[in-house]
Each structure stands twice: as C-alpha cells, then as structure tokens.
C-alpha cells in the first residue's frame, strides 16, 4: 500500500481513509501545513501549495533562489 507506515496529512475528510490504509495521521494545523515522510509530501488543501512545492523541489535536489523565500 501506498501510505501504509507513512506519516501524511491530507484534506481533514480524508483522515480516516489514511488510518485505515495503515498511515499516521499528521493533523495539519494550520491547514497549510505539509509534511514530507522519505520521499512522500502530503498537504491537506490548497493553502499548502507553496510549502508542499518548497518541500518537493528540496527532495528533487531542484535550487531555485525563490526557494530560500519560501522557506
């Protein structure tokens, strides 16, 4: 499974459908909030789109001088 032993966040609707898949739950609060477990980043909503891109360009080893403002 694809989240089964991961941390991740998503969309509050969706937590139990996490749990159930055998994920820990990250409650994202504030909802931008997003978390990166190895090589997954999960964000809960649109607000998080900023962080959740930061977060993927530093796994892909992209630089970018708009990253360090976003972080």
């Known amino acids: 499974m694809l989240i089964q032993g991961r941390k991740c966040t998503a969309y509050p609707a969706v937590k ?7 994920g820990t739950w ?3 609060d504030p909802i931008h909030r997003c978390f990166t477990d190895e090589n997954l980043v999960t964000g ?4 998080g789109h900023p962080e959740f891109v930061s977060q993927l360009m530093v796994l ?12």
């Not at 809960?44 to 607000?47: E, G, T």
């Not at 892909?60 to 972080?71: I, Y």
């Open 26 to 28: 990250l409650e994202p």
């Open 16 to 22: 139990l459908n996490v749990v159930l898949g055998g």
């Open 60 to 71: 892909l080893g992209v630089q970018s001088p708009m990253l360090r403002l976003c972080l």
């Open 44 to 47: 809960a909503a649109w607000p």
